[in-house]
């Protein structure tokens, strides 16, 4: 979820590393996927 007063994007949600370590932990994850994982997670992100 983007915060309103940060309009999204990554290195926003890399600057606030406390409140969005889960974040920021997930979008490091996504840099590292191939295009093709990258087709085979977009199911689970539909559940956030």
Known sequence: M???RFPGSATDIRS???KDS???RILL???K???E???SVEPFIEKF
Do not use: C, G, R, V
């Open 22 to 24: 889960i974040n920021s």
């Open 2 to 4: 983007e915060d309103e």
């Open 37 to 39: 994982e990258e087709l």
């Open 16 to 18: 606030q590393p406390k």
């Open 29 to 31: 994850q996504f840099d």
């Open 33 to 35: 996927l191939t295009d």
